[in-house]
T-cell receptor
Framework: QKEVEQDPGPLSVPEGAIVSLNCTYS??????FMWYRQYSRKGPELLMY????GNKEDGRFTAQVDKSSKYISLFIRDSQPSDSATYLC??????????FGTGTSLTVIP | KAGVTQTPRYLIKTRGQQVTLSCSPI?????VSWYQQTPGQGLQFLFE???????NKGNFPGRFSGRQFSNSRSEMNVSTLELGDSALYLC?????????????FGPGTRLTVL
């Protein structure tokens, strides 16, 4: 079983829709939870970072972490064509070693 | 502030050859991590170097090795290339000094093994 599981999609939504992206994990030692966005031919860039359980909002993006269920989510409100990218969840414990999901490919159709 | 740079951007090699990839971190960052990205496996951690010492290592065979220089630049070497080594190799830099450090990724080196 992989440390981090993420539905690869692809996901296709109309502009303005609410997008929900999810990951599950198995290691209860994970404390730091990240969402990265990766455009084609680019490296991943950090979108959201959350420590431990709870919610965090940044503009149209909301990250949720439920450590009891080992489940994290990213919600994108009012999705835009520029949100079309691959979204990667990542997590780490006390060390500087990150574990990534396989990524979900999202296309927002104008 | 300049970002993370990786050279070369694209590389084509044949089975059995070896390859060296280079990564220059953001100025002031002392930690460099390397990842292999493939469509089926996603990003897999190779190793992390901090102040010229390997601090963490993933589950890759010994054909994959790395080093870091005193200026924090890092190189990754893959010997005896196999077809399955075809992937995007990403490096990420961070300050590396606390439990959590934001990792800044370079654009990657696309390696194709024929």
């Amino acid at each position: 079983q992989k440390e981090v599981e993420q539905d690869p999609g692809p996901l296709s939504v109309p502009e303005g829709a609410i997008v929900s992206l999810n990951c599950t994990y198995s290691n209860s030692a994970f404390q730091y939870f990240m969402w990265y966005r990766q455009y084609s031919r680019k490296g991943p860039e950090l979108l959201m970072y959350t420590y431990s359980s709870g919610n965090k909002e940044d503009g149209r993006f909301t990250a949720q972490v439920d450590k009891s269920s080992k489940y994290i989510s990213l919600f994108i409100r009012d999705s835009q064509p520029s949100d079309s990218a691959t979204y990667l969840c990542a997590m780490s414990g006390m060390g500087n070693q990150f574990y990534f999901g396989t990524g979900t490919s999202l296309t927002v159709i104008p | 502030k300049a970002g993370v740079t990786q050279t070369p951007r694209y590389l084509i090699k044949t089975r059995g050859q070896q390859v060296t990839l280079s990564c220059s971190p953001i100025s002031g960052h002392r930690s460099v991590s390397w990842y292999q990205q493939t469509p089926g496996q996603g990003l897999q951690f190779l190793f992390e170097y901090f102040s010229e010492t390997q601090r963490n290592k993933g589950n890759f065979p010994g054909r994959f090795s790395g080093r870091q220089f005193s200026n924090s630049r890092s190189e990754m070497n893959v010997s005896t290339l196999e077809l399955g080594d075809s992937a995007l190799y990403l490096c990420a830099s961070s300050t590396g000094q606390t439990s959590y450090n934001e990792q800044f990724f370079g654009p990657g080196t696309r390696l194709t093994v024929l």
